[in-house]
């Protein structure tokens, strides 16, 4: 089956929204979170900001939103609390020889496939999209997962070859920054 990789429209509204809100951690129960959870919920009109500022991809099955990845830059990231908090620790970690403060960052996420789809490739191919669309804009990504999500966090780590290089905690629970060089790769 081939998914249709592409930015965000405004079609895309219900779709995005109605697969964030399907598996935000505050609405899956314990067993269900062992799928993977989205830590944080943004609206339409923030998402649309991420957009703008760096990217939102959006991959398609005919009509159905099959999966979505965000990016944004820095600055625009400070405004939320969680991701402020990671961005405070960015003088303290290193990646290829800089520490993440040194460098032209943004932030990958979140990141979110359909249960119905997962397998099949699209968070790779949502990836890829993402790596043409900020090509030689910066020098590397950055990512969190909340430590307990192993699925996500294998997902990145074994499944695009992010590198764990730290953690950081927000309202005493853990989570892991992971980075990677923002060209192109073979993934």
Known sequence: MAFLYSRLTNADCSGV??????????????ESRRDGFLSARFSWEQLQQM??????????????????????????????PLLGAMI????RLCFEG????????????????????RGRGILRGLFRALLSEI??????????????????LG??????????IGHFEFKNKRYRILAFAAASQST
């Open 155 to 164: 997902a990145h780590v074994a499944g695009l070859g992010m590198q764990d």
């Open 98 to 117: 800089h520490t993440l403060a040194e460098q032209k960052t943004f932030v990958y996420g979140p990141a979110c496939v359909d249960s119905d789809f």
């Open 17 to 30: 929204l109605a697969l964030q809100e399907k598996n935000l951690v505050d609405n899956l129960d314990v």
């Open 51 to 80: 957009d703008q500022d760096v990217a939102v991809l959006v991959a398609r099955d005919a009509d159905r939103v099959a999966g979505y990845l965000c990016a944004s830059g820095v600055e625009l990231n400070r405004q939320y």
């Open 135 to 152: 090509e030689d804009r910066f020098e590397a990504g950055v990512a969190f997962v909340a430590e307990d999500n192993p699925r996500s």
């Open 88 to 91: 405070d620790v960015y003088d």
